[in-house]
T-cell receptor, first 106, second 112 residues
Framework: DAKTTQPNSMESNEEEPVHLPCNHS???????IHWYRQLPSQGPEYVIH???SNVNNRMASLAIAEDRKSSTLILHRATLRDAAVYYC???????FGDGTTLTVKP | SAVISQKPSRDICQRGTSLTIQCQVD?????MFWYRQQPGQSLTLIAT?????????ESGFVIDKFPISRPNLTFSTLTVSNMSPEDSSIYLC?????????FGPGTRLTVT
């Protein structure tokens, strides 16, 4: 079963960009890469997804490596409200993985 | 996007009893999912519930323990049967719309 690996935690300063990495070396050709974030006591929130090309939306950007074995979620200007657990998943797999806890310092 | 509500938001139940969790979506969706999030852990998919077909359960989850109903395109229920303390978790429903997955706020279940 394809899985993802992420750093347990990362820190960022407010107003600075944040690059959250994710490795998915066993990804198959049809696996979509999804990112979600979960604030305390809330359900996960969709952030962005992509297949092969880099993607941008109002929340973030997703950079996908050419071999698709890794990806990076980019928050262009971190705010205190971005502090959350960020999950990178291959959509359709049954487990989310442990995610990265992002701390944003004022 | 989708607005998803769950009832109850939390409950404390005695072992051996059953609890039915309701999930209501504000739009018609085909694909609906039920997840479990145990304390301090990540999410694990319990089953996929598509309207008009039997739910598909992931490894480690069985219909007798977690029966699911999906009577229409906006509603689903998950029952946690014959509960034990190990079932204490947050249970979340989720839907897929145009490739984006949306989650309900979760139902926090404590089994004593």
């Amino acid at each position: 079963d394809a899985k993802t690996t992420q750093p347990n935690s990362m820190e960022s300063n407010e107003e600075e960009p944040v690059h959250l990495p994710c490795n998915h070396s066993t990804i198959s050709g049809t696996d979509y890469i999804h990112w979600y974030r979960q604030l305390p006591s809330q359900g996960p929130e969709y952030v962005i997804h992509g297949l092969t090309s880099n993607v941008n939306n109002r929340m973030a950007s997703l950079a996908i490596a050419e071999d698709r074995k890794s990806s990076t979620l980019i928050l262009h200007r971190a705010t205190l409200r971005d502090a959350a657990v960020y999950y990178c998943i291959l959509w359709g797999k049954s487990t989310f993985g442990d995610g990265t806890t992002l701390t944003v310092k004022p | 996007s989708a607005v998803i509500s769950q009832k109850p938001s939390r409950d404390i139940c005695q072992r051996g009893t059953s609890l039915t969790i309701q999930c209501q979506v504000d739009s018609q969706v085909t694909m609906m999912f039920w997840y479990r999030q145990q304390p301090g852990q990540s999410l694990t998919l319990i089953a996929t519930a598509n309207q008009g077909s039997e739910a598909t359960y992931e490894s480690g989850f069985v219909i007798d323990k977690f029966p699911i109903s999906r009577p229409n395109l906006t509603f689903s229920t998950l029952t946690v049967s014959n509960m034990s303390p190990e079932d204490s978790s947050i249970y979340l429903c989720s839907v897929l719309i145009w490739g984006e997955q949306y989650f309900g706020p979760g139902t926090r279940l404590t089994v004593t």
